[in-house]
């Protein structure tokens, strides 16, 4: 990937349109990272949870 970035950013250095695709694959990039953390947070809060609701159906079932 950094080889990529580097030979667009070294074309945009020459002209705006490269430029421009630069901040587009930056910009992709980014997106793709926060998604991922995204994804990643909503698990865990569903994994948290159904621990949750496992520990209290085990106390019903003791009571």
Do not use: P, T
């Not at 945009?12 to 421009?20: A, L, P, R, T």
């Not at 997106?31 to 209290?56: C, G, H, T, V």
């Amino acid at each position: 990937m950094s080889q990529q970035f580097e030979s667009v950013f070294n074309e945009g250095k020459k002209n705006n349109e490269g430029m421009i695709q630069l901040l587009h694959r930056l910009f992709d990039i980014e997106l793709d990272a926060r998604w991922q953390k995204s994804k990643k947070l909503k698990r865990m809060a569903i994994e948290k949870e159904n621990k949750k609701n496992k520990k209290d159906g085990e106390k019903k079932n003791r009571s």
